[in-house]
């Protein structure tokens, strides 16, 4: 697991409460719906929770890992398409916030990418942390070292599960 983030300290589970604001990016989505480490312990940290948000950008990202591991023969079509169906049923059902890329949040992430000099900051993290803040987002969820950096020295709390 990566190390936490020296600019602030990483906000530990036990002290979250189940009303806290939570943005979930792509590299945390996609361990509830394709089983690898981690998956178990990040599916109950968000039993029960409310205050999630995704986005539909994190959506796409999530899906096009299950494309890439379908045509890499990781999974099979029957499996993808499960997972495919999935993702969207759960995005739908009203258990996450949805949160759209628009001109603001773009304005949001060129902002964030100029405000750095130390971190080398990548459009797409940028995009996701615009997006938190977008949503009004306290905590950011995610598996990525670089993000949870990047969030961090931009104000949000990062989770480390």
């Not at 964030?112 to 969820?141: Q, V, Y």
């Not at 995610?142 to 480390?160: N, S, Y």
């Amino acid at each position: 697991m990566a190390e936490p983030s020296e600019t602030e300290p990483p906000a530990q589970k036990e002290g979250i409460g189940v009303d806290a604001s939570i943005y979930v990016d792509s590299s945390a989505l996609a361990k509830l719906y394709v089983p690898e480490a981690g998956s178990d312990t990040l599916d109950a940290f968000l039993r029960g929770r409310r205050g999630l948000m995704i986005s539909e950008l994190a959506i796409t990202e999530v899906l096009s890992a299950v494309a890439r591991r379908k045509r890499e023969g990781e999974l099979h079509a029957k499996q993808a398409n499960e997972i495919h169906d999935a993702v969207l049923a759960d995005a739908d059902s009203g258990s996450f916030g949805r949160l759209d890329l628009n001109r603001d949040v773009h304005r949001e992430a060129e902002r964030l990418l100029f405000a750095t000099d130390s971190l080398p900051l990548r459009t797409l993290d940028a995009l996701h942390i615009a997006l938190a803040f977008s949503g009004g987002a306290s905590h950011i969820l995610t598996f990525d070292h670089r993000m949870r950096e990047a969030a961090a020295q931009a104000g949000l709390h990062a989770i480390v599960l």
